[in-house]
Structure formats: C-alpha cells, structure tokens
C-alpha cells in the first residue's frame, strides 16, 4: 500500500504545504536529503491550537496538535519530492513542546508525529527523535516540528528502506467440496466470501484474508494432495496472536482439523494443522 492509499485510508487531505511566515524557506533538498522548516498546527490560516503544553493545553490536545504538524510537514515533503513513494526513509523528527514549568509529557505530545509518520510510510516512517520543551513559541503555537528525510526513486527507495514493491496476492487451493471448505476457514478465521470472476467453468469460491489478499477455492472432484503436501502442505503459513493460540486451535478441532505439534524448535511458537483435504497448514505467532 501507498503513502497515499494509507493517507486515504485515514481519511486524510493532504493540505497546500503551509507557506513560510519569516524569510526562510519551507524545505531544502540537499543531495538525496530533505529538510523541512519547523512545522506548526496549522489548519488553513489559522492555528488549530496555541498555549502551552500543562496550561492551557493538555496532553491529548498536544498530541493532536503534533499530528497536525506532521500532516503539514509531509505535505511539505510531498511538494519537494513530487511523489511520497520517492521518500525512502523519514530518517529524523525534531519537535519542540511549548511547555509549562513542571510538565514532563513532551515524548507523549510527539508521539502524535511519530505514530502518524509510522502509519502513513510503514517501516519507511521509523525514525529517530529528539523531543524538548521551550517556554517560548512563535505565534503561542504549542509544538514546532523539523522533519529529515531520505530520497530516492520511486521503486529503489522502498527496497533499500526493506519495503519489498510486491506482496501476496493469493493462494489458489484445489478441494473436494468448495462449501465445506469456505464455511470451515469462515468459522475458523473469519475469513470473508467475496466476488469472483464469472470466467471459472467449475465449482470456485473466492475469499478475503486481508486487505489485497485472497485465498481461491476450486472444487476438483476425488481430490487427493500428493505425498509431499500431505506432510507439508503447499506451505503456507499464517500469523496469528500468540495469545490466542489455545482458542485457534479449539475452533480447528470442532471444525474436523488434526492438530500437528512442530518437529523442531524454532526461536518463534508455532504449531501445524491438517484440514480436510489434507493439507498442512502452518500457524506462526505474530509476535516474532
């Protein structure tokens, strides 16, 4: 997924990248790197928040405040560069928190930037930070925020950043009742029916594992997986909350699985899973 399609996702409008207030410029580019100036609150002309941080301003309204300093700076990244996917890594945030005597809160404030920046560009957006609090603010603004970040083109800079530019799409299983298969990963992992091509002469179901992803169904009559997928499957490995292994595992056994204990140790926890096809399935905790 995009920076854009995450940006939509959130149901985020890129504003006009705020003009500068003093003579500076808004960004530079030197190299493969950007810069921005120190990014406000704004909301159009106005600033959406002032005050200080543990006065006037709590810590939520910090943290909103800080958002909206990041949905600024990233407009501003999105006019130096043209296109978000040229942006191969948000490399450094600087954030000021115009702070009352005695308050504390300035990471908490920030986070507001930094979980925004991780949401929009995925493992692009982590970053490091420095986060201080000043008694003073131009315009009473209550968070100033300075963005640097690396740029490449388009494909290359999600490589080197460790974002691969493909994904899964999906898993094409054959089976011997399509229905029985579909109301079996239905039960057990909420996996959804959705619309299939009208081009498929055969008994076919589609559904929905996540967002771009899918797993096809097609009914091939007297079925049977050769040797090797019965011990092994096609595979295909899922990740699934450790914590809630224990329960999985209850729904695959009342909906007809055998439950595999693994052959070996991994640095992870994880287990194996027949179904009735006969196919192996592998479940991974999440957490590795």
Not at 46 to 73: K, P, S
Not at 133 to 153: C, H, K, R, T
């Amino acid at each position: 997924m995009t920076a854009e399609q995450r940006l939509n996702e959130l149901g985020i409008t890129l504003p006009a990248p705020p003009a500068a207030v003093a003579a500076y410029e808004p960004w530079v580019q030197v190299g493969d790197q950007v810069v921005t100036s120190g990014q406000l609150p704004w909301q159009g002309e106005t600033l959406a928040f002032t005050g200080r941080l543990g006065a006037e301003l709590n810590e939520e309204q910090g943290y909103q405040a800080a958002r909206l300093c990041a949905i600024n700076a990233i407009a501003q990244l999105k006019a130096a560069v043209g296109d978000l996917e040229r942006i191969a890594r948000i490399v450094r945030l600087e954030g000021n928190v115009h702070s009352a005597p005695g308050f504390r809160g300035h990471p908490q404030v920030l986070n507001g930037a930094s979980d925004l920046f991780n949401e929009v560009f995925g493992s692009r957006g982590r970053h490091t930070r420095t986060a201080l609090g000043i008694n003073e603010m131009p315009l009473d603004a209550p968070v100033q925020l300075s963005v640097y970040a690396a740029v490449g083109d388009s494909e290359s800079s999600r490589a080197r950043a460790g974002e691969s530019v493909t994904a899964f799409a999906h898993l094409t299983l054959a089976t011997r009742d399509v229905i029985a298969s579909c109301e079996f990963f239905n039960n057990v992992f909420d996996w959804q029916p959705i619309d299939r091509p009208g081009n498929i002469e055969m008994k076919a179901a589609w559904l929905q594992i996540a967002p771009g992803q899918e797993l096809h169904l097609l009914q091939v009559d007297n079925f049977e997986p050769s040797p090797f997928e019965q011990e092994f499957g096609r595979h295909f490995a899922i990740s699934y909350p450790v914590a809630r292994f224990e329960s999985l595992k209850s729904r695959l056994i009342s909906n007809g699985s055998q439950i595999i204990a693994p052959g070996r140790e991994t640095p992870f926890e994880r287990f194996f899973f027949k179904d009735a096809n006969g196919y192996v399935f592998e479940v991974v905790a999440r957490e590795r």
